[in-house]
């Protein structure tokens, strides 16, 4: 509803824009409601793949997209029994791991943007060898 009487009003008089954008502060602004819902942050952790066991992984989450300036949080959420592997740079579009067992690796991408976060997209990364 404000969208459309923001419009209505620019569209009637262009040079009244700026007082219509200070009067509906809050309104579709980044972070409320509205605005999550109108222009969503959407992470894209990349595409499964099996890796030597011992080999450095470089994730990839640069497919996310937002209209807004990303922040990515990365998590390993899942590794094998007795697994001491870390990830490093999880704050950033690709991050590092190395897998030191065999078995899967599971790894969750949400980014934050303009106060919205994303689901959850996640990456299983399956370790062979050793």
Do not use: Q
């Not at 937002?66 to 592997?85: R, Y």
């Not at 897998?99 to 689901?119: F, K, N, Q």
């Amino acid at each position: 509803m404000a969208r459309r009487l923001l419009h209505a009003a620019f569209m009637k008089r262009p040079t009244h824009l700026v007082a219509a954008l200070l009067a509906c502060s809050g309104c579709g602004s980044p972070g409320d409601a509205e605005y999550c819902e109108l222009t969503p942050a959407i992470a894209d952790a990349g595409d499964d793949r099996t890796v030597a066991v011992g080999s450095t992984v470089e994730l990839d989450g640069s497919g996310s997209v937002a209209e807004t300036l990303i922040i990515f949080d990365w998590t390993l959420t899942k590794a094998p029994p007795g697994s001491a592997a870390v990830l490093s740079g999880g704050h950033g579009a690709r991050p590092t791991f190395t897998p030191d067992r065999a078995g899967a690796y599971e790894l969750t991408l949400v980014i934050h943007a303009g106060g919205c976060l994303s689901p959850a997209d996640l990456v299983t990364v399956v370790a062979e060898g050793r």
